[in-house]
């Protein structure tokens, strides 16, 4: 720990998510500095197996921390414990008849304690994914569309969507579903106004920034400019995932042939 | 020989899930498991299970079962007036059932969602450490889907001897004995209102949408399922539209869409999102809200954090002693008295059972 590097100027908030919830705020805006603090604190936590904790879950600029209550006792005025009491509860909160310890505090504090001790930089990812993808056509239905609102051509979407890697930020949504960014800033568009029924999974898509690729056939609002077929989850490997947070995910064009020789089932 | 259940009709909608799939939820993995998670862990505890061993969730229409071996069954959450060889089988309670013996369900007279809990479990394959079916993912449970007709579902085979009341049934003809009764934890009592936190965003809602979510009803929309329940009612608008960063999202949580409609996240909810978030239902009030179904009206009130755990930690206190109850009905004393060499045995493997 001494000669770890630490993640700089780390500062949080945490709040709660319901009552076996919390979640750590590090950051207020999406980019790659504040997504690598992201996952080095839920690296941090996931290394140190707080009691009570069964997920820990990086978001863009959050860690969602959920937890089961019951390994943090609640006592009641009748001095009654249901289940032990952990060494770190001291026993100051009383003073009143009735001594109560929040299980949201008792994690909050053992967090806040985590943190304030630094928490190792994780070295940044050197992985770099190349994911083919055949933009435009029935594969990328948005694509010209996206051109317009940019004021580029189909071509040069498609140049600026691939030449720069994306860092992974999260996975949500579906299962393996990625989103990654930063996108280039040219190619800023919003989600489309009417959302889609059906989105072929696979579909490689962009929205305010950030880049998806749609994991099931779901309904979705999301600027669908091509497909990739590559199947990114499988739910019998460890870990399910093909891609990794933090992995660097470069969009290479293909052609339709190629789209189906490379085509991968999905389960 | 493997213990199975045989299915003869599937029912609607009968999945199996246990307590969810948690530990995985950075790869975009969502929880599942059981909705009304008081109800199924009831039906495992009045057969000795741990919380976690997997039950059949039956929604709305309930199948029809076979059982390859005589097997201790326990039933709870919705009625649905469940038969075997057409006699009925009590809910919340256990029984013993007779191999062959057809458990046939019926309408659902009130409430959504049984849990069927045998001894020892549904061991269908375990994916990402749960046995819960995910269908959208399609895996999980049997081939990651609903039951259907022909399906014959493995159960985890007892490796004990046979407990008294097996001993009971085989003297007594009957198509199931019953074990003794014992009292249900005490739970919210029904048109109470759903208590919740308030969100993060809160403060974000106007003055009247924040009184509309606390004083008027919210009906339960057809557009409702094990992912969320859309709710009808006074639309709920924000003082000004708002930019939201997906964030984490948690069973019970309330996110409001622009279209006002509020929605509720249950058990199949993603792992994230990005709506405004205006209240969470504490984790108490969620099997209300899980036996509910399309049509019904809500209401909700407002408490704190302190109420809320509060409540679950009473919760839990109850079922603790529910727990230490059911084992003794099912496994140490059976409404005969059972020879006291295997009274000793079994003492001592629900000594085993964690509290």
Redesign the interface.
């Known amino acids: 720990m001494a000669t770890a590097t630490l993640v700089p100027h780390l500062t949080w908030r945490i709040?709660?998510?319901?009552?076996?919830?919390l979640?750590i705020r590090l950051g207020?805006?999406?980019d790659i500095d504040v997504s690598q603090t992201v996952h080095a604190v839920?690296a941090q936590l996931m290394h140190k197996a707080l009691p009570g904790v069964?997920?820990?879950?990086?978001?863009?600029?959050?860690v969602?921390v959920?937890y089961r209550?019951?390994a943090r006792?609640?006592t009641?005025g009748s001095g009654?414990v249901?289940g032990h009491v952990s060494g770190h509860i001291s026993g100051h909160a009383s003073g009143h008849a009735s001594a109560?310890i929040?299980?949201?505090k008792q994690l909050k504090r053992d967090i806040d304690a985590l943190l304030s001790a630094g928490v190792p930089a994780l070295p940044p990812s050197t992985r770099v994914v190349d994911i083919p993808a055949c933009y435009g056509g029935e594969f990328g239905p948005d694509l010209e569309d996206v051109a317009t609102q940019c004021g580029l051509s189909a071509d040069e979407v498609i140049r600026r969507h691939s030449q720069s890697p994306l860092i992974l930020y999260?996975?949500?949504?579906?299962?393996?579903?990625?989103?990654a960014g930063p996108v280039d800033p040219s190619l800023q568009v919003p989600r489309r106004r009417t959302p889609r029924t059906r989105v072929p999974a696979g579909s490689v898509a962009i929205a305010n920034g950030i880049s998806s690729i749609y994991?099931?056939d779901?309904p979705g609002g999301w600027n669908i400019i091509a497909r990739t077929p590559w199947n990114l989850?499988d739910?019998?490997q460890?870990?399910?995932?093909r891609l990794q947070?933090g992995d660097q995910l470069r969009f290479v064009p293909i052609s339709r042939e190629r789209f189906a020789e490379l085509l991968e089932a999905r389960? | 020989m493997t213990h199975l259940m045989q299915v003869d009709q599937p029912g609607m909608f009968s999945l199996v899930q246990d307590l969810g799939r948690y530990g995985w939820q950075r790869f975009g993995v969502p929880a599942n498991g059981a909705m009304d998670e008081r109800a199924h862990r009831i039906a495992n505890a009045l057969v000795g299970n741990d919380d976690d061993a997997a039950t059949l969730e039956c929604t709305l229409t309930g199948p029809t079962l076979r059982f390859t071996r005589n097997t201790l069954i326990a039933l709870s959450g919705a009625d649905m007036a469940v038969t075997a060889d057409g006699k009925r089988v009590p809910l919340n309670r256990a029984v013993m059932l007779r191999r062959g013996a057809v458990l046939a369900f019926s309408e659902c007279r009130q409430g959504t969602r049984t849990y069927l809990a045998v001894r020892g479990g549904i061991d269908t394959e375990l994916v990402m450490g749960s046995r819960s079916t995910f269908v959208r993912g399609a895996y999980g449970g049997v081939e990651g889907r609903a039951l259907k007709r022909g399906d014959r579902v493995p159960l985890v085979t007892p490796q004990e001897d046979p407990l008294p009341l097996e001993r009971m049934l085989v003297q007594s003809g009957l198509p199931f004995v019953e074990a003794g009764v014992v009292e249900l934890p005490a739970s919210a009592s029904e048109p109470a209102p759903l208590r919740f936190m308030r969100g993060p965003q809160w403060r974000k809602f106007s003055m009247a949408a924040r009184r509309a979510f606390t004083r008027e009803a919210f009906v339960i929309s057809t557009q409702s399922d094990r992912m969320g329940y859309r709710l009808d009612g006074p639309e709920l608008d924000l003082k000004q539209p708002l930019e939201m960063i997906s964030e984490a999202c948690e069973f019970g949580t309330v996110q409001v869409p622009p279209s006002g409609s509020p929605i509720v996240l249950m058990a199949d909810r993603q792992s994230a999102g990005g709506y405004p978030k205006i209240a969470y239902v504490i984790s108490t009030d969620l099997p209300l809200l899980a036996q509910a179904r399309p049509g019904d009206s809500l209401h909700f009130t407002p408490v704190t954090l302190r109420q809320a755990e509060l409540a679950h930690a009473q919760a839990e206190q109850a079922f603790a002693r529910f727990r230490q109850q059911a084992a003794d009905a099912a496994l140490s004393r059976p409404l005969t008295p059972a020879p006291a060499a295997t009274q000793a045995v079994d003492d001592a493997s629900f000594a085993a059972l964690p509290e």
């Open positions: 709040e709660p998510v319901g009552d076996r919830c979640i207020d805006r999406v839920a069964i997920d820990v879950v990086p978001a863009f600029t959050t969602a959920h209550a019951a006792p609640v009641s009654h249901s109560y929040s299980p949201y999260t996975f949500f949504f579906a299962p393996g579903n990625p989103f994991q099931n779901s989850f739910a019998r460890n870990p399910p995932t947070l389960s």
